[in-house]
């Protein structure tokens, strides 16, 4: 079988000196399925971004279709043949499938109008070659997720897609669901396309794959032809040995005050968990990305409204219906996509970091004391060792890890009873992320209550005192002792299970 | 290139994204000075003061709004009303000038509040609404004086706040000054004004921090309103009338105003200083194109260019500087 890519050598350094990818190698056979495995922060959303032209690459090469290619742009991926399945986010909903199918460039008569007729026959084709039972002419808002990515895939490959790029395919289906998604995949090889196909289920790389690539810190540690690995071999490649937690303050360093702050009740389908958040504890909340830890912590924040989880404070009910009445009752909240939701990207740093507590600089009628505000700010700015031209900067010109560290200084500066870090090192370099973890422990043994959701199994292990553990929107587990290690967390998070 | 050169580059992006609204004034000035050295002789200057002022107040309550990334399209209308309010609480109901002067402003106050509730509360979207208020208050003020304009020509304490003096300095001077400091403490000393740039710069950000966005989005276009509202007065004394038909197509000078004076339509970022020297920009395109004798139609054209080319202008910054910016 010949090669349809070869990416060689790739390096990506990001500004901050934080290397991505570092000489990683990897390719494509044609009609084959290669498995794109590693934890988060691993490097295999970056690879696929060099690949398409969102990142520009610091070195190494790709060739594609036996041609070295320049790729600048993902127009030029697409012209060239490849496509990237992205979850819903391409569609018009309120568009046919047929018509979503053709969007640019639908079937014309007399060179003006739309061939009704043809685009729908056309359409109907495509499907079928795929054995995807959908109607064409079905409006896309009405298909569900499973559908609207079987859509795409079909559009991708009735456009002569030679590459299709699966991220996470099946992070938001049900079982079902994904044995569809498998089927279609089998009858795309069958049609001589190459897929390229990224997640961190394991038992998915038995499902689908032919050979695997495992990456890890932005390094390829291996790639695999299926049938020589196990569950176990991969886990052990995936998660390799880390000395990253030996700089982090010991968890035994326990606040001397354990009070139960809130309790968080979560209905689930079989059971009720009763999860109890203590003051000087980290409770973790662990799982793959998709498997539902924003949705529960921005629920816990009333930020997302969820019938299945309440929340009692001294034995009574209560409801945070807006993020500000669960701010007002000392919550502070860190959200994962920090550019998007945490950070205010074109006020400065100062700004940014005395939002969250700016009445506590107000001395009279509604006057904010600036010079109460800059010395607070800048002790906080200090002690972090955030690094900005000044407090004035705008925060937009910061590195990722900087940023999160404004985001951080925030919360230190408001200093609420519980805190949630939704995903907080996603992205950052290691130094940052000891940082992060350091502070994570401070807060908890200075007495506040910490909730930390992450995906990346062994943070979790190595910083909570208790943690749950989510797969696919439900919660699972809950561990703490000797239970809460990573290996135990990944298995309950993504290994095999009986009902899958 | 190298890291120090790209932060350079980016510091000097930042700089002129930060005093672009003076390099325009300077510009425009300069220009029209060469033209015509009259346009700084004190009488003239005196003029300027007067055309100045009115764009100034409403581009005060401009920006407070327009810095929330919304806008309002009902202040000229809302102008209008406060004028019909002074006038007949003059004529009709015999309030004395103070008590008029209040209620004027406060009707202005009125608008606005509507306004806000239905983008706040009601989740209309803030276009919508503001033309829907621009029309209705618009009506309301023709309804309210029979659709016309009646003379305030008998209460001559009218004229003195615009052409009145305290010592050697103008009243609508004084009046640009009250105003212009206290939004400014408003936007950059409260927690208000900090609140209302974080709602500008991130809507989700700003609720995930516990801002109650609701209330200050009703807060800066309960700003919008009252500015109006005073600027009504001003405009009412400046004709010595009470009319439903002044202030049509105020509400677009006064965002060329905040536009002109750098303040981002994006929302987050701007400064009602620079507000301030955006009305001034305008006011000399259209002072100086009248003393050198353009018509009227070609002042139209060049207001036109140069608000375009200061936008351009801005949104090729924020392209530099990375920001891309894919809704037209």
Known sequence: ?500 | MSEGQKSQISLALEYIGRYSALVAFSIVFAIFIALTPKIIAPYNLLIILHQVTVFAILGAGMTPVIITGRIDLSVGSTLALSSCILGLALIEWKLGLIAAVILAVLAGLAVGLVNGLLIAKLKVPFFLTTVGTMYAVRGLALILMGGVAKSLRDFPQLRYLSAGWIYVIPLPLILIAITYILMDILLNNTPMGRYIYAIGSSFDAAKLVGISIDKYIILAYALSGLTAGIAGVYMSSRVMAASPIIGTLYELYAIAAVALGGTSLFGGEGSVRGTLIGSLTLTIISNGCHLLGISPYLEYVVVGLVIVSMVALDVRIRYLRGEYIEKA
């Open chain 1, 1 to 500: 079988m010949k090669y349809v890519l070869e990416m060689k050598n790739i390096t990506k350094i990001f500004p901050g000196g934080f290397k991505a990818l570092d000489g990683v190698d990897f390719d494509l056979k044609e009609g084959e399925v290669h498995v794109l495995l590693g934890e988060n922060g691993a490097g295999k959303s970056t690879l696929i971004k060099v690949l398409m032209g969102v990142h520009k690459r610091d070195s190494g090469k790709i060739i594609l279709f036996g041609e070295e290619a320049e790729i600048s742009n993902p127009k030029e991926a697409f012209n060239k043949g490849i496509s990237v399945i992205y979850q819903e986010l391409s569609l018009f909903p309120h568009l046919s499938v047929a018509e979503n199918i053709f969007i640019v460039r639908y079937p014309l008569k007399r060179k003006a109008f739309i061939d009704r007729d043809k685009l729908v026959e056309e359409a109907r084709k495509a499907l079928r070659d795929l054995n995807i039972d959908i109607n064409p002419l079905e409006l896309v808002k009405n298909l569900n997720l499973s559908e609207r990515q079987l859509v795409e895939i079909t559009r991708a490959f009735s456009y002569g897609a030679k590459i299709i790029i699966m991220d996470e395919p099946t992070s938001a289906l049900s079982i079902p669901e994904r044995e569809k998604l498998f089927r279609v995949i089998k009858t795309l090889k069958k049609r001589g396309i190459s897929i390229i196909y990224i997640t961190h289920f394991l038992e998915e790389v038995f499902k689908v794959g032919d050979r695997v690539t495992v990456l890890r810190d932005g390094k390829k540690v291996g790639t695999y032809p299926v049938d020589a690995v196990d569950t176990d071999t991969l886990l052990r490649l995936m998660i390799g040995r880390r000395l990253l937690f030996e700089t982090v303050a010991e968890k035994a360093a326990k606040a001397k005050v354990r009070e139960e702050i809130l309790k968080i009740i979560i209905h689930s389908d079989s059971k009720v968990y009763e999860i109890p958040v203590y003051s000087g504890e980290v409770l973790g909340i662990a799982g793959p990305v998709g498997s539902g830890k924003t949705e529960l912590v921005k629920a816990i924040y009333g930020a997302l409204k969820r019938k299945d989880v309440w929340l009692v404070y001294k034995g009574q009910k209560v409801t945070f219906n807006t993020p500000s009445k669960a701010v007002k009752f000392g919550i502070g909240y860190l959200p994962e996509d920090r550019d998007v939701e945490g950070l205010f990207m074109c006020r400065s740093v100062r700004e940014n970091i005395s939002i969250a507590s700016i009445w506590n600089f107000v001395k009279r009628l509604f006057l904010i004391d600036k010079g109460k505000e800059k010395e607070q700010v800048e002790k906080i700015y200090r002690a972090l060792d955030i690094r900005a031209r000044s407090l004035e900067q705008q925060v937009r010109y910061l590195s990722g890890g900087n940023k999160q560290k404004v985001a951080v200084a925030r919360w230190l500066c408001k200093r609420p009873r519980i805190i949630i870090f939704d995903e907080p090192t996603r992205g950052i370099d290691i130094p940052t992320k000891i940082q992060v973890y350091n502070i994570i422990r401070d807060l908890a043994s200075q007495g506040c209550a910490v909730i930390f959701s992450s995906s990346e199994f062994n943070e979790i292990a190595n910083l909570c005192d208790r943690a749950i553990v989510l797969r696919r929107g439900k919660i699972i587990a809950e561990v703490e002792g000797d239970e809460l290690n990573e290996s135990t967390l990944v298995r309950l998070a993504l290994g095999e299970v009986a009902s899958s």
